[in-house]
């Protein structure tokens, strides 16, 4: 079981919206398994079974503007554990061949990971502390790959004392550190993909071109070391589906080029860069998984085990972020020197909310996200939803939306379509669970948003 127990403020819940008897038996599970494995009392968050929407109004109902109480004010997310669930169905019906390894840097949230560990999913490691508390699961060190090409010496070690052997890399030096500390690990080449079509270009610091695959491969011959085959990754965030084909083909080329050094390869990991549930235009997980599948089969026979490394596919869809504006600015212009045109469409309100760049939103910056406010609250009526009556009715201004610390990089929306706001309004964010409570940051002294979790599909509580 994974400690989580100095992060109980992250993780708190909201009262008397799940029937005891559902709380008794998840304490009882946890209580058991502790005593299992011979750990210590640990406090695990109540899941609940209602849908977002109610665990939001939920959430704010019991809020009171004026008791005082400053932490009750603040941004949090509602984790649907369900739509996690829901994404694995998916994947292992698109593609049944490919096994998923999740990818720990998207969101090492701690009821995702005991979801998917639950599940028989695998993990794709970055560093020891990733790897440790997939391994305080109880998850088998065969389900994990250190896919980091360039680690840390003292990193190689850990793998090496917990039986962590399958691990990537992408040049000489590694297999001469590796050699050192982990002479039986399972090496997995990492080559260079065309990554021109993706958001976040991950060529420009890993992977071996192919032109270097040769020496690559003759030194791991000369240190005997086990190579058993290839991964790539086309970038996170890839707009073009035929990315992946092409990527698979290069992986072919290098496994037939091993033969030549005494390789026999039977292990491909095609990497991430899987799209969300919400994305349901142009590059979809369908066509992804039509273009990916067929390619793999086509190339490789069933010798061969494929994993992938999906992050975002599974959270991104699956959390979702309420936040309070704190303050709102008017912004007062001279008419004389403005257009009328060019006023209908600069903002004419500036929302201060209580997360921000250097909390949940650091998104926009490091995963070149688009992040769109809808309005959850508005004097005192639960507004939730894009068709919601209210709404519609009301007439919307252009505004821009920022976070609360004294940077002024700190700009969520340049340019929202909002009613007027007042402050103690709330704003909420959907699809806001990849790349995004993972890098949070306290800079100004604002804490990390805390997650609320709850299921929308019944068959989680077996799992959790």
């Given amino acids: 079981m994974i400690d989580i127990s100095l992060q109980q403020d992250q993780y708190e819940v909201v009262p008397n919206l799940m029937q005891h008897t559902l709380v008794e038996v998840l304490k009882s599970r946890v209580k058991t398994q502790m005593e299992m494995n011979g750990t210590a009392k640990i406090n695990v968050p109540e899941v609940h079974t209602r849908s977002v929407s109610d665990m939001l109004e939920a959430r704010l109902a019991a809020f009171d503007p004026e008791s005082g109480d400053a932490e009750a004010e603040n941004a949090f997310y509602v984790a649907d554990l369900g739509e996690v669930y829901r994404q694995h169905l998916r994947w292992k019906t698109l593609m049944p061949r490919i096994e998923p390894f999740f990818a720990m840097k998207c969101n090492p949230d701690p009821m995702v990971m005991r979801l998917l560990a639950s599940l028989g999913a695998g993990f794709d490691c970055a560093s020891k502390n990733e790897i440790q508390s997939v391994l305080n699961l109880g998850v088998e060190p065969s389900r994990i790959i250190y896919a980091n090409p360039c680690k840390q010496n003292s990193f ?73 085959g290839v991964s790539f990754h086309v970038g996170s965030g890839c707009f073009d589906a035929n990315a992946f084909g092409e990527a698979v083909i290069r992986a072919r080329r290098v496994f037939d080029q091993a033969k030549d050094y005494g390789f026999d390869f039977k292990f491909l990991d095609v990497g991430g860069g899987f799209p969300s549930a919400h994305v349901t235009e142009g590059i979809t997980f369908e066509k992804v998984a039509r273009i990916l599948g067929s390619t793999v089969d086509t190339l490789f026979g069933p010798e061969v085990r494929v994993i992938a490394e999906p992050g975002r596919y599974y959270v991104g869809s699956a959390f979702t972020l309420a936040t309070q504006v704190v303050a709102r600015r008017t912004i007062h212009r001279d008419s004389d020197t403005v257009a009328i045109e060019d006023e209908q469409e600069s903002p004419s309100h500036m929302y201060y909310i209580n997360d921000g760049m250097y909390g949940s939103f650091n998104c926009i910056m490091f995963d070149h996200q688009v992040c769109e406010p809808l309005v959850l609250l508005r004097d005192g009526e639960y507004v939730y939803g894009r068709d919601h009556p209210r709404l519609i009715q009301e007439p919307r201004g252009v505004a821009s939306v920022w976070g609360p610390t004294c940077d002024s990089i700190d700009l969520i929306a340049a340019n929202a379509r909002l009613p007027l706001m007042e402050t103690g309004d709330w704003l909420y964010f959907e699809n806001m669970g990849a790349y995004t409570i993972t890098a949070a940051s306290q800079f100004n002294g604002f804490r990390r948003s805390e997650v609320l979790y709850t299921t929308t599909h019944q068959d989680v509580i077996f799992h959790i």
């Fill in 156 to 228: 190689v070690k850990y793998a090496y004392m917990n039986n962590v052997r399958m691990m990537t890399f992408d040049n000489a030096e590694e297999l001469h550190k590796i050699k050192r500390f982990h002479p039986d690990a399972q090496l997995v080449l990492r080559i260079l993909t065309d990554d021109s079509k993706s958001l976040c270009k991950l060529g420009l610091k890993f992977g071996a071109p192919l032109d270097t695959v040769a020496s690559l491969l003759a030194t791991a011959q000369q240190l005997d070391l086990d190579v058993i």
